[in-house]
């Protein structure tokens, strides 16, 4: 079995961090089924393109845990889990289309599994081209981004706030249908575009 790695991260080294930013983790410490611990504190954008198969934690209260942008290089595969954490788009005006969380190129091959986390600021809450790979939202906020996902992937969204505003919350990319299924969840806008929506609503 292949090792695995419990990497700490904090702006000011507490409780026996090992580094200050997930982009200073050396590329052959991030195996896959990996877990970076983020601490309370803002980070500054994480781009590294050593995301395959890796879990970023955020430790206590996500709305301390706060991420400027995550992007996520072509060159990834596999599966990236974003846990309990705030991400936020820089400078982003309505607009301006500034995401949050970024999956690079057109046919990124990362399914993203988000549980808990908060997009605090954003036109775009997700931005993700890839042909094939899927989203899991599950307990998100996206209410504060303009639009919460631009994607042609499947998506997956449960018990979740999208945006409030009257945007689509899901914009297709391309005449493929994508296959979206809501479970109890709230948005200020309906669906657009080339997609088949299965809703589930909680019974009152």
């Known amino acids: 079995m292949a090792q695995k790695f419990v990497h700490k991260v904090s702006p000011e080294l507490i409780d ?10 050396p590329s052959a410490a991030m195996r896959a089924g990996s877990t970076v611990q983020l601490y309370p504190g803002t980070y500054a954008a994480v781009n590294t393109a050593n995301l395959t198969n890796i879990s970023l934690v955020g430790i206590g209260d996500k709305d301390d ?3 400027s942008t995550i992007s996520v290089a072509n060159t990834v595969t596999g599966t990236l889990h974003l846990k309990n954490l705030t991400v936020n788009a820089v400078n982003a005006v309505a607009a301006g289309g500034a995401a949050a969380i970024t999956f690079t190129g057109n046919d990124n091959a990362v399914t993203l599994k988000a549980d808990e986390i908060v997009v605090g600021s954003a036109d775009i809450g997700i931005v993700h081209y890839g042909a ?4 899991y939202l599950n307990r998100c906020d996206l209410s504060a981004a303009d639009k919460a996902i631009s994607s042609n992937c499947n998506v997956t969204i449960a018990f979740s706030r999208l945006n409030s505003s009257s945007n689509a919350y899901l914009t297709p990319l391309g005449a493929q249908d994508i296959a979206i299924s809501v479970i109890a969840s709230q948005s200020g806008g309906s669906n ?7 809703i589930n609503a909680l019974l009152s």
Do not use: F, L, R
Request: glycine letters at 4%; hydrophobic letters at 30%; aromatic letters at 4%.
């Open 132 to 135: 094939t790979p899927h989203i």
């Open 16 to 25: 026996d961090a090992q580094y200050k930013h997930p982009n200073e983790i």
């Open 192 to 198: 657009t575009g080339a997609s088949t929506e299965t």
């Open 65 to 67: 845990v706060v991420i």
